[in-house]
């Protein structure tokens, strides 16, 4: 079987820049309504569930209740692929059209992982396009869930680091299974590289400076617990009540008036948004040129080495 590794690789590019948001970003959501009441568990009735697949994501939508629950589906760790990464954005905009759908619960549906992060298999031993592709793949889904107006809670079932962790900063609220085993963070530093400057501002605006300058410098993985209290996820609860807590949580979200909250939302992430949009081919650019680079290449072979000797 194919290896596909796990690791996040990123590099750094920072400096200012506010320009506005792309059209059609934030996308107008479900007709206003509110939700007084939600099922306590995943099993909607079948009557109000409209579910759609592609071979890594899976979707279920209810209808009735105005909420779609989306399973990564890349194992054994789900990670983060171009065919992924592609497959999320159809299905996501899909969802955005829906006028049913006001949230969206993200989850794996592999025990034990959410996401280990980026596919260095896209990173190693491609040419230029292939590279510029897979980033703007990344981008567009991090802006994709940054900036939507669907409620997004992230249903963190198992380990996020990296790739994993950047998806769930972007949601609006993060339940992670309370499974000392399991950590979340952006590691990139471990692996002698720096996240990118769109990362840091999401994990600043979610932690703060001098939180995000320790976990960041040092590349924390951090147990549920230890995430709980800087801020990282909001709650943490027993793995089997992880899928029925997002789902209370979300009733609790949805009983705001949906224009309120999603204009709140944009006055709130807007800038750091618009901060990657106007420099998002530049940032594409600095990503295939650091990625192309023979050191990097040699480090991304020593270390899928690593990982196929592990294996065995």
């Given at each position: 079987?194919?290896?596909r590794?796990?690791?996040?690789?990123?590099?750094?590019?920072g400096?200012p820049?506010?320009?506005?948001l792309?059209?059609?970003t934030?996308?107008?959501?479900?007709?206003?309504h509110?939700l007084e009441k939600?099922?306590?568990s995943?099993?909607?009735?079948?009557a109000s569930?409209r579910?759609?697949?592609?071979h890594?994501?899976l979707v279920?939508?209810?209808?009735s209740h105005g909420?779609?629950?989306?399973?990564?589906k890349?194992p054994?760790v789900?990670s983060?692929?171009l065919e992924?990464?592609?497959?999320?954005?159809i299905?996501w905009?899909?969802l955005?059209n829906?006028?049913s759908?006001?949230g969206?619960?993200?989850t794996?549906?592999?025990?034990k992982i959410?996401s280990a992060g980026l596919?260095?298999?896209d990173?190693?031993?491609?040419?230029?396009?292939?590279?510029a592709?897979?980033?703007?793949?990344?981008q567009?889904v991090?802006?994709?869930l940054?900036?939507?107006n669907?409620?997004?809670?992230a249903?963190i079932n198992g380990s996020?680091?990296a790739?994993?962790?950047l998806?769930?900063?972007a949601s609006?609220?993060?339940?992670?299974?309370?499974n000392?085993?399991?950590?979340i963070?952006?590691?990139e530093?471990?692996l002698?590289?720096?996240a990118?400057?769109?990362?840091?501002?999401?994990l600043?605006?979610?932690i703060?400076?001098r939180?995000?300058?320790?976990?960041l410098?040092?590349?924390?993985?951090?147990?549920p617990?230890?995430?709980l209290?800087?801020?990282l996820?909001?709650q943490?609860?027993?793995?089997?009540?992880v899928?029925?807590?997002?789902?209370?949580v979300?009733?609790?979200w949805?009983?705001?008036p949906?224009h309120?909250?999603?204009?709140t939302k944009t006055?709130m992430?807007?800038?750091?948004?618009d901060r990657l949009l106007?420099q998002r081919e530049?940032?594409?650019q600095?990503f295939v040129?650091?990625?192309?680079?023979?050191?990097?290449?040699?480090?991304?072979h020593?270390?899928l080495?690593?990982?196929?000797e592990?294996?065995?």
């Open positions: 079987m194919a290896l590794a796990v690791s996040a690789l990123t590099w750094g590019l400096g820049g506010v320009g506005p792309r059209s059609g934030f996308l107008r959501c479900a007709t206003q509110r939600m099922p306590s995943i099993g909607f009735p079948e569930r579910p759609f697949s592609s890594r994501i279920d939508v209810d209808q909420v779609a629950t989306m399973k990564l890349n054994p789900n983060l692929s992924l990464l592609t497959e999320f954005v299905s905009e899909k955005e829906d006028k759908c006001r969206v619960i993200l794996s549906n592999s025990p959410f596919d260095i298999t990173m190693y031993g491609k040419n230029a396009a292939h590279y592709e897979f980033w703007k793949a990344v567009e991090w802006l994709k940054y900036t939507s669907m409620v997004v809670i249903a996020s680091p790739g994993g962790c998806m769930s900063l609006d609220y993060r339940i992670m299974a309370d000392p085993k399991y950590t963070g952006l590691n530093t471990l002698g590289i720096v990118p400057f769109w990362f840091k501002d999401n600043v605006n979610t703060g400076n939180a995000s300058e320790h976990a410098q040092r590349g924390l993985l951090f147990p617990a230890d995430a209290k800087i801020g996820v909001d943490i609860v027993p793995e089997d009540k899928q029925s807590t997002a789902l209370s979300m009733s609790e949805l009983k705001i949906d309120a909250r999603q204009l006055m992430r807007k800038p750091t948004a106007k530049a940032d594409i600095n040129s650091f990625i192309s680079k023979d050191s990097i290449q040699k480090s991304l020593m270390y080495k690593f990982l196929k592990r294996e065995k």
